[in-house]
């Protein structure tokens, strides 16, 4: 039996995340999804709030969603990628470097079949090359396609051809 070429794509692609994340380990890889996460989730959330009152002190206009969102963004951001930096020179310090990589490499292992399952989902909606051809053989489209009504379901229909 001879791999499809697209999962020997798949397969680079997931031992290259499963490597980058276990080389940075658990800290700087969890840490930096969720600095990224956690300021867009937040910026979203309050830069309604923050905007009127920017454009109340300054009379910004349309402007102050925008600075309201970026400040939010950044606040957060750098918070939380303090908070990754103390953490790390913490787990360095008491010698469980080992360990941060380990759990890193678990990291890595979820990451890297959420980038593949989001990779099989864009080539099932996209109108340009015919998925069946590409996927037709693939072993992780068989093992990752099965769990696509489920994001069907979060997106409430949004989801094209799934």
Same mark, same amino acid.
């Given at each position: 039996m001879q791999l499809p070429a697209i999962d020997i794509v798949f397969g680079? /692609?997931?031992?290259f995340v499963v490597l980058r994340a276990t080389i940075r380990g658990f800290?700087? !890889?969890?840490?930096? +999804?969720? +600095?990224?996460?956690?300021a867009i989730?937040?910026?979203?959330a309050f830069s309604g709030m923050l905007a009127v009152t920017i454009d109340q002190q300054w009379n910004t206009g349309a402007w102050s969603?925008? *600075?309201? #969102?970026?400040? /939010?963004f950044v606040v957060v951001y750098l918070? *939380?990628?303090? #908070? !990754? =930096?103390t953490l790390h020179?913490?787990?360095? %310090?008491?010698? &469980?470097?080992? &360990? $941060? %990589? +380990?759990?890193?490499? #678990?990291v890595g292992i979820i990451e890297g079949i959420i980038v593949v399952a989001v990779l099989i989902l864009l080539l099932q909606i996209?109108? #340009? /090359? !015919?998925?069946?051809?590409? &996927?037709? $053989?693939? /072993?992780f489209a068989r093992l990752l =396609?099965? &769990?696509?009504p489920y994001v069907d379901r979060v997106f409430r229909g949004r989801t094209a051809y799934v």
């Open positions: 680079v /692609i997931l031992v800290v700087k !890889e969890f840490l930096s +999804a969720a +600095a990224l996460i956690g989730a937040l910026a979203v969603q925008v *600075i309201a #969102f970026l400040g /939010i918070v *939380i990628k303090f #908070f !990754e =930096t020179r913490i787990v360095h %310090r008491i010698n &469980l470097s080992g &360990l $941060d %990589r +380990a759990l890193g490499m #678990f996209q109108p #340009f /090359i !015919e998925p069946e051809a590409l &996927l037709g $053989d693939s /072993i =396609t099965p &769990l696509f």
